[in-house]
């Protein structure tokens, strides 16, 4: 049993009171028809010359595999050209509150279900005509689900991570089993532990209070939670409040183990780290990316055309392959690696935690206060 080992210097987390908005989704990114039409919409640019759409897309490795499988054979078959905005759902959400629901900076967004139940309330979305999209149903009923706010469906889902325990195998070599597994006090010392404001975090947070089967609309299931993560107050290493921070505490040794998601860690793999994934035993935390039409949008057919592209199973799986990620569209056939790896699928899904957003946000500024107290 390992002593608590002295928290690295200026690894403290940020003692601030973030906006529920700042909640950023840092899903990782870094062949082949399969039977789904070839887009849908296409029109081989008769009619489209000079039409335009703006897509946002998160920056880095993601952005560029994003605009390789979709953007790439959208322009080419339709003749639209579509302008790429990388970033983060914040930024984005924050445009899109400052359009107010006029003028819309984007045609097609991306938004993770905490910034969907914002969007929503501020009237900033238009509720999807899914019967004007070719491939709605073979989308995966679970995730669509969670784009769905007082039974109008808003998003189509383009890839789901399961949020797990990520470790450094060279030096844990029986990988973890379960959640309270972080616990365990020969890690003391090697924890990376996400704020609550990063997605990573929260989601480990309704891990821990979903594991008995609490909900985060109950109070005193959320107290229960709190005096779990008590458990760690002197063992955490690192705060990483974004995917690169992940990881370089990671690759330099501050940490060995770190609540994130499966895609990074088979990615970080990939390019020959020493790095697992442990799906936990009473269930992963379901880490979501969905598309929607912006209300205020000019070019709402032109961006039904693009969300035909981006749901269909042609074109998700080379995306999903390369992001380790499952796909929204259900009919898809993966690579064998992929499927060795990877946890995917309807029957999957339904095993998922999925974050309370609806309780969450107004909650998380008091939340992150109650978490810096813990970690100061």
């Given at each position: 049993?390992?002593?608590?080992?002295?928290?690295?210097?200026?690894?403290?987390?940020?003692?601030?009171?973030?906006?529920?908005?700042?909640?950023?989704?840092?899903?990782?990114?870094?062949?082949?028809?399969?039977?789904?039409?070839?887009?849908?919409?296409?029109?081989?640019?008769?009619?489209?010359?000079?039409?335009?759409?703006?897509?946002?897309?998160?920056?880095?490795?993601?952005?560029?595999?994003?605009?390789?499988?979709?953007?790439?054979?959208?322009?080419?078959?339709?003749?639209?050209k579509v302008n790429l905005v990388y970033g983060a759902d914040s930024?984005?959400?924050?445009?899109?509150?400052?359009?107010?629901?006029?003028?819309?900076?984007?045609?097609?967004?991306a938004l993770t279900p905490g910034s969907l139940h914002q969007a929503v309330?501020?009237?900033?979305?238009?509720?999807?005509?899914?019967?004007?999209?070719?491939?709605?149903?073979?989308?995966?009923?679970?995730?669509?689900?969670?784009?769905?706010?007082?039974?109008?469906?808003?998003?189509?889902?383009?890839?789901?991570?399961?949020?797990?325990?990520?470790?450094?195998?060279?030096?844990?070599?029986?990988?973890?089993?379960?959640?309270?597994?972080?616990?365990?006090?020969?890690?003391?010392?090697?924890?990376?532990?996400?704020?609550?404001?990063?997605?990573?975090?929260?989601?480990?947070?309704?891990?821990?209070?979903?594991?008995?089967?609490?909900?985060?609309?109950?109070?005193?299931?959320?107290?229960?939670?709190?005096?779990?993560?008590?458990?760690?107050?002197?063992?955490?290493?690192?705060?990483?409040?974004?995917?690169?921070?992940?990881?370089?505490?990671?690759?330099?040794?501050?940490?060995?183990?770190?609540?994130?998601?499966?895609?990074?860690?088979?990615?970080?793999?990939?390019?020959?780290?020493?790095?697992?994934?442990?799906?936990?035993?009473?269930?992963?935390?379901?880490?979501?990316?969905?598309?929607?039409?912006?209300?205020?949008?000019?070019?709402?057919?032109?961006?039904?055309?693009?969300?035909?592209?981006?749901?269909?199973?042609?074109?998700?799986?080379?995306?999903?392959?390369?992001?380790?990620?499952?796909?929204?569209?259900?009919?898809?056939?993966?690579?064998?690696?992929?499927?060795?790896?990877?946890?995917?699928?309807?029957?999957?899904?339904?095993?998922?935690?999925?974050?309370?957003?609806?309780?969450?946000?107004?909650?998380?500024?008091?939340?992150?206060?109650?978490?810096?107290?813990?970690?100061?």
């Open positions: 049993m390992r002593a608590a080992l002295p928290r690295p210097r200026g690894r403290r987390p940020l003692l601030v009171l973030a906006s529920a908005a700042t909640v950023l989704a840092a899903v990782a990114g870094c062949g082949v028809d399969t039977g789904g039409s070839s887009g849908g919409s296409g029109d081989g640019g008769s009619g489209s010359k000079g039409e335009q759409i703006t897509v946002t897309a998160f920056a880095g490795p993601w952005g560029e595999l994003f605009k390789k499988s979709f953007v790439a054979p959208f322009e080419k078959d339709t003749g639209i930024a984005w959400l924050t445009k899109l509150r400052a359009a107010g629901g006029k003028n819309a900076p984007f045609d097609v967004v309330g501020g009237g900033l979305l238009q509720p999807l005509k899914t019967g004007d999209l070719s491939h709605w149903k073979q989308l995966d009923p679970v995730l669509t689900q969670q784009s769905t706010v007082e039974g109008a469906s808003y998003g189509v889902p383009l890839t789901t991570g399961s949020n797990g325990l990520l470790y450094r195998t060279d030096k844990i070599k029986q990988a973890p089993r379960d959640w309270t597994d972080i616990f365990d006090k020969k890690y003391c010392g090697h924890v990376a532990l996400p704020p609550l404001t990063y997605n990573a975090g929260l989601e480990f947070f309704s891990a821990l209070v979903s594991q008995d089967g609490g909900k985060l609309s109950d109070p005193a299931d959320v107290d229960k939670a709190f005096k779990k993560l008590e458990g760690l107050k002197d063992c955490v290493s690192a705060f990483p409040a974004d995917a690169g921070s992940v990881s370089t505490v990671l690759q330099n040794g501050d940490a060995w183990i770190v609540p994130f998601w499966d895609g990074r860690a088979f990615a970080m793999a990939k390019e020959g780290q020493p790095i697992g994934f442990s799906y936990p035993a009473s269930g992963a935390v379901g880490a979501l990316t969905s598309y929607y039409v912006p209300e205020g949008s000019a070019h709402t057919e032109a961006a039904y055309k693009f969300l035909d592209y981006l749901s269909a199973a042609q074109y998700q799986k080379p995306f999903a392959e390369g992001t380790f990620y499952g796909a929204g569209n259900d009919t898809i056939d993966y690579s064998p690696d992929f499927k060795a790896k990877v946890k995917y699928g309807e029957a999957v899904y339904k095993t998922f935690t999925w974050v309370d957003y609806k309780t969450a946000t107004p909650k998380l500024n008091e939340w992150q206060q109650r978490w810096n107290q813990i970690f100061k």
